[in-house]
């Protein structure tokens, strides 16, 4: 587990992962990347992108998102 992130949040954030890597056709990595760029680019913290995406109420901007 990492530092500071709770279990909770891990599993939100591999759904979150899984969920734009199946949808997009893209490896975990490049989704983790994305979900996070998305974070930052929005002065966000990623637990709350994720949680969003998750309930389909969080649009990923950029190319194929």
């Not at 890597?21 to 994720?50: K, P, T």
């Amino acid at each position: 587990m990492t530092a500071g992130v709770g279990r909770g949040q891990s599993r939100k954030r591999g759904q979150g992962k899984g969920k734009l890597a199946e949808r997009q056709g893209i490896g975990m990595e490049q989704a983790f990347g994305a979900l996070r760029g998305c974070a930052r680019s929005h002065s966000r913290r990623l637990s709350d992108v994720v949680r969003a995406f998750i309930a389909d109420s969080e649009r990923l901007a950029g190319p194929g998102l």
